[in-house]
């Protein structure tokens, strides 16, 4: 099969490596540019434990190297604010882009601003990116050249939330998030607050008053629902690597019809599996895989409980990055996607 | 100092070797009887690996053995349903009891069935049981013979609810709490669904519809707080073992003076700390210890979040009892219960 | 592709799910049977959380239901003893078997009664089974109708230990094997030792004074080196779910040249990786992949530690089960096992 | 009781914050003064989340600050190097000191060196130093003002083999420690290979050819047992935040005496327990306490494998600094420090 030759910018960090991972097992992307920051000159291996085969012996570019000519698609891992820059690079030099960071999540520059703190350097961009919740913008995604690839909270949060908005039937001005993410959510710098020992056999609440993936939830919430939504979100870091847990404490009418409504949204979908009525799925389920697990429980005729699973590094982040790269290449979505979790 | 011997029965799961630890280290109790059930004739040693000293050494009573005569307090860490019985056994022989078990946490006997499903054996008592949620019924642990020691769900959601719900600001039809624990919490049966490899690594959302402890919260927020509360409660075990946080999210009138209201409630108390406003506790500043650390975040002039925690084997059970047993023989509160943290 | 139907027999532990997920992610072998004992007549999916797909909706047979007629090749993933008669009616019914059980590691049946303890009901079938530690015995699982799947930890422990015996420099009276493995090698059987409490931020050693894995490791290190070998092995159980990683303290002569050694028998082999010398290697690096990694540290000229890394439930189990089972159909090798390690 | 002030320097760190836990519940020492490096400035409770009380409000004051006056007895808990100088000035202001770094380890400045690779500032209080191996010097350390606490891998070492040294009996040329520590060991400092995503689920060796310990557990295997020995030392970093246990792969006569010789040796240890022969210890059984468990299983006449499990922030480092305290203020050894193991 003929190769698509890909580069990722922000190589070394958990998304990164976890890029490098899916499409080391990619029967049509292959590596060809590693870019990196702090770690550019070294091998992949070196920075990478997981790093083997050719690609471990792999040099990492500087950040700012020119990427090589039969470079088609460029996955941007880096820090919101930089990303944006390498984008629109990449963009000018022909690429087509699939953005891991937040830089084209947002739609107008009020809200990216609000959410981040930043003026953003390329606003101008806005308008052609696509906000890549692949179940909901399949058709987008494929004929976009800029992906803006979703949060993890945002994605595991919009499945099951955006269907239900639709119907009318959810109260969407009580929405209550709280989302449990493994550790590898908080990105690989050298802070003393992600040791191990800070982290290990604890759990905190953190990003209060206000998370930033709370304007990006409810854009898209309503984006994709379309009815004006505002969420309350607390997120939670916990002692395990990989996993996102989400709660979502729901108010509305009629929720004995929503477990047939999620049923019927994601019948056909490969990546998100809607659970027997009553049945709660646990991250254990989904670590591995680029899988959503959605479950609910009724608890009275206006009040149910819903919870979504994914692994934030692969739906949450790099495994949709490449779900929504096959939809650009005309490819399979579930193209080198397939593993099921790794369990236990 | 005269030494007071107590009784332990249901001494080999979690909460009871926590039991003997805090005794071990107390300068008045002293353990003089350990009762229990599929390890009766072994020494305390071999079952609990923690357990050292001539402790260590002493061997475990059937759990039908007859109490020593001069045993003047038992601690009941058995399974609900079971406890009572024993429960009704020491009472009758003269002995003071604190029961860790859910069988005296309830007023009426219609609410103990509609949480557990079966009936109970000795609702007679349940008069004279004084709910031992210490900071709140300190006069009445005081002078009580029997003592519901509080679920660990209960104590570190009632702890700050309680308070807010007496002020009448709270919205007492929208309380919604979402709570975390470690893994001692679901006890130390032999169960496929809690081996190490089932658990680690993995987060998953137990006991919906409606957890057995929602009763217990809602029963005594009102007869705390004073006015009829609805919870919606879910809880989630998570990879530690030991921890217990608990998210509380809260609608109502004059968020911001709500800080105000929980460190004036706990200013003076021993084992709840009142975070300065916007900070947050996490379980780790509290493992080990007998405290409930409290934080809020206020997120407008109408809503707020309130993060609790405590060790689910301390303040949520064995620490709380014995803070309870200090008070029902005259000592001083905090004796035996002083050690800060184990961190990390 | 033609697909091969295949039966995994004790498919609920944690080696039987791995099993399914390899195999579900395989290009030509295919799940037509999953046999189980007390979990018989429930879905897979309901007893095994990382299981998805149309597999998760097979039912499970009873452990002595019939094979069907097109399966090719059985997987026995059940308990030493068990095990050999599962393996023998297979063979009757004409299938090939991998055995992932110790009953056909042994070539004597004093050897299996010395580190089993029982007696083999088969050993008419010890002069026929290969033992398939694929790297030293290729040819022969080739052409094999029956292969005993190596232990754990003899797969960690002979890669780099035979091919230095073959050398004649190592002392092979002085090897000592100092092994620390994740909780799923203790399999998923409801014991409290094995729950999360008792595993947790803990550490032990056990299977001491003589584990069983001993009797294997000197069997094949003689087997394959051709020196009679004595190994003092002990084995530590650690609180991570995968992994794998072996200490072999080590003396004899010259002990410069073994890092030569080990990479030109290596040097061609898609599953081991010998480390750069001095470079040592953590079961993080492997965990998830089929791959084995190994370092040296020369400490002088007569004394040197060799680290060597798997993933207990691949190269350690599953994962070589697959490798063997690829070359009895004469397959690639490596088919479905190309997966880098899931890192972090 | 009167209060003895004392200050610690390098109070932030994982072996200072454990300082500041045990001396809160000591009932005759008191913090008078804690230094600290980058967090000077800041409170106490805000840069360790375990700390609580008044000690929380505790400004932490420069590394060069000024001891107060009635300051008795400094714990320096600082990098090696560092420690030296801080050391001498708190002598010369009056101080008694008790070390925590491995600055007064050593008799000799060549071993330093080259254990440390370093000039020592300070070796002329070489000979004043006492290597604070508590149950081996007591003597010394009660009429010390220097004490040199050891290093958590010679404690767990050293207390099992010197007393085998003495007897003759042990081959002091075949050594081997293969020992496995928590994260907590490695310290607090921010670093990408300390993160939790790095160290959880995982295991790696570290430290070869010769780590540092090496040769302090050589000189005092010497020093406490009176023959020169050789050791071969690997450690390892486990996925846990605290404990350390250490396997002895040892040769020699008579091993059937052995579990005899310690037992008789550790007979009237308040920290050291002897198991029954062939019982095993795990790090769950002592961490929390001040406990060191040792347990031994004789492979044959001539090997014998020993077990020896601490917590390495308690006996393998600011427990033993208390132990050693109170004999140098003449308290009794035990003081603040008979807390059983927190299990689980």
Same mark, same amino acid.
């Given at each position: 099969m003929i190769k698509i030759p890909v580069a990722i910018l922000g190589s070394t960090g958990y998304t990164g490596a976890e890029l490098i991972r899916l499409i080391e097992n990619h029967p049509v992307f292959e590596v060809a540019h590693l870019g990196a920051h702090?770690?550019?000159?070294?091998?992949a291996g070196e920075v990478m434990p997981g790093c083997a085969g050719k690609i471990a012996d792999m040099r990492l570019a500087a950040a700012d190297a020119e990427l090589p000519e039969d470079v088609a698609l460029v996955f941007t891992a880096l820090p919101h604010g930089a990303a944006a820059n390498s984008v629109k690079k990449a963009l000018d030099a022909g690429k087509k882009v699939v953005d891991?960071?937040?830089?084209? #999540? +947002?739609?107008?520059h009020d809200t990216y601003r609000a959410a981040y703190g930043v003026e953003h350097?390329?606003?101008?961009l806005f308008s052609e990116?696509?906000?890549?919740l692949t179940e909901f913008s399949r058709q987008q995604v494929a004929s976009g050249r800029l992906i803006a690839n979703p949060g993890c909270y945002p994605t595991s949060s919009l499945l099951p939330l955006a269907p239900l908005v639709k119907t009318g039937l959810?109260?969407?001005?009580s929405i209550i998030i709280d989302a449990k993410s493994g550790?590898?959510?908080?990105?690989?710098?050298?802070n003393v607050g992600l040791l191990y020992c800070e982290l290990n056999e604890s759990v905190k609440a953190y990003?209060?008053?206000?998370? #930033? +993936?709370a304007w990006e939830m409810e854009e898209w919430a309503l984006g994709f629902g379309g009815e004006p939504v505002k969420v309350r979100f607390v997120p939670h870091i916990l002692p395990m690597n990989r996993g996102m847990l989400t709660t979502l404490h729901l108010s509305g009418q009629d929720t004995g019809s929503w477990h047939g409504v999620l049923q019927e949204t994601f019948?056909?979908?490969?990546?998100v599996r809607v659970l027997p009525a009553g049945v709660l799925p646990s991250t254990a389920g989904v670590s591995g895989s680029n899988r959503c697990d959605i479950g609910i429980a009724v608890l009275g005729e206006h009040e149910a409980v819903i919870v979504s699973c994914i692994d934030n590094l692969l739906k949450g982040a790099s495994g949709q990055a490449i779900q929504n790269a096959n939809l650009m290449f005309g490819l399979d979505e579930t193209m080198g996607l397939s593993m099921h979790a790794l369990w236990p």
């Open positions: 702090s770690q550019a000159g070294k091998m891991l960071s937040a830089d084209f #999540r +947002h739609q107008s350097p390329h606003p101008e990116a696509v906000y890549g959810l109260d969407t001005s550790a590898s959510g908080a990105g690989r710098s050298a990003g209060l008053p206000r998370h #930033r +993936h019948a056909n979908e490969p990546f």
